[in-house]
Every structure is written in C-alpha cells, then in structure tokens.
C-alpha cells in the first residue's frame, strides 16, 4: 500500500523536525536560570543558603564551568530526570511537578472533552439549519464563549454557583475534612471538577464550534458534496461522511492549540479554585521566587505542547492523505 | 413510443443579493426517448447545467424551480418527496459531473465512494457490493481495479478520475444519465478515450443520455438527438441530421456557422455580434432578437413558441 | 487616491448593514472616549481610599459601590479603561507594524529568511502567550511599558506569519514580475505595492490582536503581576477576588463587564470585517 508507506515516513519526518525545536526550548530555559534576577546561586538555593551547599552546588552544575559546558550538564541532568531540588517544598522538583500533574490533566482533559463534543456538536447543527435562527443563536453563543476572561468566568461561576446558590464547592479538588476513599473519593473529585470543567469548556467550547462551523461551510461549497448528493444517498451521510469528514483535519490540527490554550486557561481557573494542578503551582512559585520549578514547569509544558503539535500534524496526515506526499 | 423523461415548462429563477432573479432557465422543454442520446448545446451561461442539476432536483438557495413538469415514465419529479426523490438520484438518473479534480471527495477511497452509491440503494452486503464496484471499474476500462479501489483520488490521473465518476453514476444501473460537459477540462488525448467510453456503455448497457456540452463536433458524432438552448430557452430541437443539414434557428444557423472543420478554409472566422444577454432582464420577444441579423417587428414583441417545421424538427422563430 | 477612499466607502455602507456590530463599533469608541475624558466624568480618582464608605453597594454617590478601602469602583472602571484601552491597541499597533515588516521581508526575499522566520514563530505559536507572558512579567517587572512591550515581543509572530502569506501569494502575481522587470528597487515594490493589497487581513488581525492584547494585560495583573500604582480592571478583578465568599458583587462585575463587554465588541467588529473583507465568505451569509 503505497499510502501507508507514505504515513510512515511522514511520521518519522515530522518527529525528527521536532527534535531542534525542543533543543531550542530547552536552551532557553536554561538561558533563563542563568539570567533570573540574582545570581544563579541564589536561584537555585534560595536566599539563605549554606555556604556549604553553595560550594556542593557549585561543583555539581559546574557553575565555575564556561556556558557550554554547563549547559551539557544541564542537559545531561535532565535527561536523567534531575530538575534541581526545590526548596519551598523540600522536595526535588521533578517530585513536586509529578505531584501536581494528574490534577491538571484531569482538569484540561475534562475540559477539551466537553468542547470537544459539545462544541462539535453545536457547529454540525449549525451548518444543517446555516442561515437560521438556530444558527444565529450557536453562532452568538460561540462568541459570547470565547469572548469571556477565563478568569472572570471563574469568579462568575463561584459567584452564581458556589457562593449565591450553593450547588457546588468554591474551590479544592477533594473535601478535606470528609477524606472519602474508594468510590466516594471519586465522586467527591467529580463533584469538585464540574465549576472547574465548565470554566474551561464554555470558552473553549465556543471556540471550537465557530472553527468547526467555518470548515464545515467551506466544504459544503465544495463541488464533490454536489456528487454526494447526486448518489441520493440520506443527508445525514453526506454531513458525516463527506462534511464533516473533510472538516476533520483541520479541526485535530485546531484541538493541538486548544490543548495549549487550556493549560494556560488553567493555571486561572486552578487559581480560583484552588485546584492542586500545574497552574496553580506555577502562580505559587512564582510569588515564593521558587524559580527552580517555575524553569522546570516551563520546560515540561513546552516539551508537552511540542509533541502535541507534532502528534496532531502526524493525525492530520491520517485524516488527509494528499498531506502525506510532499 | 412514450418518452423515458418529458421537462415541459421548466422555469428555474436564482435570487440575487440586490434582489433580482437570473431567469436561468425559462420554461425549457426536453424529452428523451428509451436508449438515446440527447444532446443540449449552447454557449457558457445558457441554462444548460441548470436543465440537469432541476430534473435531478439538486437545486439550492439561491435557486428555485418556479414552474414546470418532468416526468420520469409516469412518475412527477417535481411533486415526489425528498425523501422519495432519493431514492431516484443516482438509481435512476444519475449524472456525471464535468471536472473530476474537484468532483471526487479527496479523502475516501475510490472504492468507498462508488460502494456507497450501491449499499444504498440495492441493498448490497459488503462483499457482493465490493465485487459489483470491481465490476464497474473494469466495464470503464479503468486498469488495476482492485489497487486503484485503494487508492485515493489524488493518486489518479485526470482521465482516470473521470471514468470514477462514470462508475459512480453507472454503478446502480439507471435508466438516465446525464453527462454534464464530461469533455471540457480534460486534454484532447483522454477526451477521445472519454467519447469512446460513452458509445461503449450506450451501446452495451443500453442506457439513455443526457449531453450538455457546447462542442458541436462531439455532438455530431454520437448524439441522436440535439436541443439548441440560449438565454434559458429552447429555441430549436430535432434530429442531429436534420439540424446539421438545415439548421432553422438564425442562432443555430451563427452556431453551426462558426465552427471549423478541418477540411474548410474560411476567410473570417464567423462570430456572432453582441452578447450574451442579461438573464435578469432578457430582452422582451424573442430573446435573440438584438443580434438577429433577420430580426422583424414582431419579434421585439411577442416570444415565439417551438413549431414543429418538418418531421421531429422543431424551432422557436417567426422568421420561418 | 479617490479609489481607494470610494472604496472604504463601500465597506462601510456594507458594514452599516450589521446593526450588531454597528453597536459594537460605537460601544467601543464610547468607552474610548470614556478613558479619555475620565476626570470630566467622574469625580473621585480612583486609587482615593476613603471616597466612600467601605463595601458600599451601588447607590447614588458611587454608581458601583465602592470596595474594601472605599475607592470608587465606577471610578476604576472608567480610568481602568485608560489602561486596558492603551495597552490594547498600543500592544496591537507595535505588534502589528513589527510583524509586517518582518514578515514582508522574510517572504519577499525568502529561502534561508523565511525559513529562520517560520522556525520562531513555530515556537511561538506551541508556547502560549499567557504562559510567556506571565514568566518574562514575572522576571522583568510589571510596569504598564514593561506588559506592552512583552505583548509586542509574543504577538507579533502571528502578525508576521498573516503577512508571510499574504506576500508570498502576492509574490508570484504578475504586478510585482512587471514591476520587477522595469527596476524598481526592492522596497518600493514590497512597501507600496505589495502591501496595500494585504491591508484587509491585517485590520481583522489587528482588531483581534487589541482584544487579545487587552486580556493578557488583564490576566497578568489578575495574577497579581500588574502595576499597582495605575488601576485596570484586571486589577480591579484581583482585589476583587478575596470578597467573593462574602457575597459582595458589585466589586467583581462591574470591572468585568466592563472587561467582558470590550473584549466581545471587539469581536464582533472583527467578525463583521472579516465577513464583509473576505469575498468568499460574503458569499454564503445571506443578508437579511
């Protein structure tokens, strides 16, 4: 099959052109221990350090060391899962970092799914009725979603919700004075998502309907739905199979910037609601000047976007096959 | 012998932003017999593709047919349900669009796009819709058939894509296919190949046709039949000898005119003066009046209507 | 010259069809004018402690209450609008004309300058602006130059990639092979011939950017890293932020509206230019 020959060597180029962007990624971060305000003593070990852990320090990052020598260091101490000891939370930082991960992808995932469908869902029922008064209204709606301030929605959902109406907590992950285990536990963190979730997913929701709804109206101008059509197959099949279908690529290539979006919408909405994520961590530290876990934080996220870029490029070559020869 | 499909009166207006209606087709009449091929001929802009896309009642915003019958045996077209008019596109008229770049979804396979047509409508399983699609592909002389139901359209060269589209419209075996300038945006090498294919199928599987084109030389060639239309009118129809031999109409007349044959010499190539009109606002009468060089009093006034001359040959003039 | 100035005409008489986005223009330049008439409209500045009781609620003196230290919220919110308004479209205009150049030149003499120019702004758009933005504010300091002046640095890739495009199709068009052709020198041909006809993408793109501008400076003073001497309405919302649990509204809506409100004008009016700029998708919006 000469098509999936293609995807493969497709795969590998786009994974092999990543590789100088996070290289790239990764000397800025490590440009930015070594040009944070105070001397790189003092980022990595606090104001009040000993002078003995000053010299240890020293030796171990070979900060005596001329740059490029001390970047490899860094380099290699990443690889090797080192990104320096924190020292607010006593903790290494890949620790403290791990800790806060499975919060946050929760959170974002809950989120992206709920714009997902839903948002998809609003632009297909827009395009069926274009023109309408249903469309109209999605299409206000949309605008209306990713018009609003992450963090303002968040205030406004407290508000309404947590404080005035009393549905829902204000804020934290889990209740902690109940300490549910099992399958209460779980309901217990579902209950706290919800606020979170929807502060994120109605924006993003509205974004994704609007994307979804100009590539869906685009193909349907497009000369081969009027073959589609011609076959007398249900109108239901033409939306699915040829619309939408062809709406698809663009719309993955679209849910890859949308996961970066989210994480940087997160760390507002973990910030109001006091969710345990990665954002919240980041609002944290920066005000503790941990600046340690602020680079690693920085690096990680950026590593993580680059391979969602690259894995929704390599789905979008799935999806359209003339992408794949170029 | 009762005609297979009869368009009486079919008028089809598309609205304009500021208002107006481009009267693309108004009141065209056609009929096509069990087993021929009928030929409609005229320039860019005349309705031509307009005449097809209303009887397959493929028509949308801002179009709208206003007015007029087609039968297809004894069944009315216009009155069926959307849901019954369906089940009559691509089963028992199809049609074949012009430019197979654009024509053919790019991301389903060949083989998807012509089963889908079969599965629907014969009910096929899988399998036996699979080996009918395989079928197809070698009645349209397509080579290779299993490796190109694989491939997807932007493997395939452009004569290749076209004979797709045939299979797509052959593939149920209906009683009409209409065959929308199939010729136009290929090289003359496949157009050749293409013509060929089209007396094949009509001579093997029997089917009737519907040719719009504006390539006089195809029509002679393999049409039986030939409606001459202009500014969304019919203004001549006949047998393609009778009209060759002795065209009525003095647009017929311009049209036959103009074209060169091989073995001709002309001095000046013949053009017909003015333009095409405004379909917004024709011009009152015969529409044709303004570059009739044999245009009379009554022809500014009153529309002439299709008389029959001589045996099967009609035209609409008063000139005759 | 009349050309060009008929032709704006025609845009606006088509813009004037949308009697929504009509609004939003005027809602825009109202709250423009607002900002700058400020002191006229109001009479306590802003940042006075002690205008009013604390914690009032909206009454005759203070139209939106007043907060925990008694300033004028209605006050903040005008003279806020100073700062999100000039922000916004300071941020817009800098990143705007800086992406234009750079992105003019890189397409227009291409190979390696367009290459290097899509490599950065790939990492720029992987990388979120909210998320730079919050680290280099945090490193560098919050003052208002400082916040616009990262805006700049972080929106002007998407300007200069809008524009890579556009110039690379204009590139090929036979005006500019002829102009090439007669000798006219380089800049000439990129600067007033090339991109005027870019100008239609560019403006939706910029009413885009004034908004985004607008709620990055809003979010990174909601966090906290905002001037403290000027007051904005992210800042406002910041302070708000403690009193929510307490059921006190008025110190959170009013300035969000207000945010809220800009920030949806602003994208209508893009919308609406967009619609009525790009004649393809004229084409499918039926006007009522």
């Known amino acids: 099959m000469t098509n999936v020959g293609n995807l493969k060597q497709f795969i590998i180029r786009r994974a092999i052109s990543a590789i100088p962007t996070v290289f790239f990624i990764l000397l800025i971060a490590f440009l930015a221990t070594r040009l944070a305000p105070g001397d790189p003593i003092t980022y990595l070990a606090g104001e009040h350090a000993p002078q003995e852990l000053i010299d240890e320090l020293k030796a171990k990052f070979g900060l005596d060391k001329p740059l490029h020598v001390q970047f490899l260091i860094y380099f290699a101490n990443l690889f090797r899962g080192d990104f320096g000891y924190s020292f607010v939370y006593r903790q290494s930082v890949l620790q403290v970092i791990l800790e806060r991960v499975p919060a946050t992808v929760l959170l974002v995932g809950t989120s992206i799914l709920f714009a997902l469908i839903i948002g998809i869902a609003l632009a297909i029922l827009s395009v069926r009725h274009l023109n309408s008064f249903i469309d109209t209204m999605v299409s206000s709606a949309s605008m209306i979603g990713y018009s609003l301030p992450v963090f303002w929605l968040a205030q406004l959902l407290t508000f309404i919700f947590a404080v005035k109406l009393k549905m829902f907590p204000a804020g934290g992950m889990i209740n902690l004075r109940a300490q549910y285990t099992g399958i209460y536990r779980v309901l217990d963190v579902a209950y706290h998502l919800i606020l979170p979730s929807l502060n994120l997913g109605l924006i993003y929701m509205g974004l994704i309907s609007r994307l979804t709804k100009a590539e869906m109206a685009e193909v349907l101008t497009q000369d081969f739905i009027l073959t589609a059509r011609s076959k007398g197959i249900p109108e239901r099949r033409v939306m699915k199979r040829h619309v939408l279908r062809n709406a698809l690529a663009p719309v993955t290539t679209m849910t890859g910037v949308l996961v970066g979006l989210m994480l940087s919408g997160a760390i507002f909405t973990e910030t109001v609601f006091s969710w345990p994520g990665l954002g919240r961590l980041l609002y944290d530290s920066l005000f503790a000047r941990d600046y340690p876990v602020v680079t690693a934080i920085f690096t990680v996220t950026s590593i993580v976007l680059i391979m969602v870029t690259a894995i929704t490029d390599i789905l979008y070559s799935i999806l359209d096959p003339r992408i794949r020869v170029e | 012998m009762k005609p297979l499909l009869t368009v009486e009166n079919l008028k089809t207006y598309f609205e304009t932003d500021e208002g107006a209606f481009v009267r693309a087709n108004d009141g065209v009449r056609l009929s096509v017999c069990a087993g021929e091929l009928v030929a409609i001929v005229g320039e860019s802009g005349c309705g031509k593709s307009t005449v097809a896309l209303s009887i397959l009642r493929l028509i949308k915003h801002p179009g709208r047919i206003i007015e007029g019958t087609v039968f297809l045996r004894d069944t009315e077209l216009l009155k069926l349900s959307e849901e019954r008019m369906r089940k009559v596109r691509g089963k028992e008229v199809s049609i074949v669009f012009q430019n197979p770049v654009t024509y053919l979804n790019p991301v389903m396979r060949i083989g998807d796009q012509i089963m889908e047509n079969a599965i629907f409508h014969l009910g096929l399983d899988k399998r036996s819709a699979e080996e009918k699609v395989l079928e197809i592909l070698r009645q349209v002389k397509i080579p290779s058939p299993e490796r190109i139901y694989q491939s997807y359209p932007h493997e395939l060269s452009g004569g290749m894509k076209q004979r797709v589209l045939f299979a797509i419209a052959i593939v149920c075996q209906p009683l009409l296919v209409i065959l929308d300038e199939p010729t136009t945006a290929l090289d003359v090498t496949i157009q050749a190949q293409i013509l060929q294919l089209i007396k094949e199928l009509r001579n093997r599987l029997r089917m009737s046709m519907i040719m719009i084109t504006h390539d006089l030389g195809i029509v002679a060639d393999i049409a039986d039949r030939v409606y001459i239309m202009y500014a969304g009118k019919i203004v001549e129809y006949g047998d393609v000898f009778s009209i060759f031999r002795e065209p009525l109409h003095p647009y017929s007349r311009a049209l036959l005119n103009s074209v060169l044959s091989i073995n001709e010499y002309k001095e000046n190539l013949v053009s017909i003066p003015g333009s095409v009109p405004d379909l917004r606002n024709p011009p009152t009468g015969c529409r044709f009046h303004p570059r009739c060089s044999r245009r009379m009093d009554r022809c500014f006034k009153e529309i002439p209507s299709l008389q029959e001359e001589k045996d099967g040959h009609f035209v609409a003039c008063w000139g005759v | ?288």
């Open chain 3, 1 to 288: 010259m009349t050309g060009e100035v008929s032709q704006i005409g025609h845009y606006w008489r088509l813009y004037r069809k949308d009697k929504v986005a009509v609004i939003a223009l005027l809602y825009i330049i109202l709250i423009i004018l607002a900002g700058i008439f400020a002191p006229v409209i109001t009479k306590f500045p802003p940042l006075l402690t002690g205008a009013g009781p604390s914690f009032a609620s909206p009454n005759a003196q203070h139209f939106m209450g007043t907060d925990d230290l008694g300033r004028d919220i209605f006050s903040g919110v005008i003279y806020g609008a100073r700062v999100s308004m000039g922000v916004g479209f300071a941020a817009a205009v800098g990143s705007s004309l800086i992406g234009l150049f750079i992105g003019t030149i890189a397409a227009y003499y291409g190979r390696t300058y367009d290459m290097i120019l899509m490599r950065i702004t790939e990492i720029f758009f992987v990388i979120p602006m909210v998320f730079l933005a919050i680290l280099l504010v945090a490193f560098f300091g919050s003052s208002v130059w400082n916040v616009i002046f990262v805006i700049i640095i972080l929106s002007w890739p998407r300007t200069a990639r809008l524009v890579r495009g556009q110039v690379l199709a204009l590139k090929q068009r036979d005006f500019v092979k002829a102009s090439k052709a007669l000798g006219e020198r380089d800049f000439y041909i990129m600067f007033r011939e090339i991109l005027p006809n870019t100008l239609a993408p560019i403006i939706v793109n910029g009413s885009i950017e004034v908004a985004r501008a607008i709620v990055v400076e809003a979010g990174l003073s909601f966090l906290g890293l905002g001037s403290t001497d000027l007051t904005s309405w992210g800042i406002m919302l910041y302070k708000s932020q403690r009193f929510l649990v307490q059921q006190i509204w008025w110190t959170f809506s009013f300035p969000g509206v207000a945010l809220f409100s800009t920030v949806l004008s602003l994208n209508v009016i893009a919308d609406t230019l967009n619609t009525i700029l790009n004649p393809r998708i004229r084409k499918r919006v039926v006007r009522q």
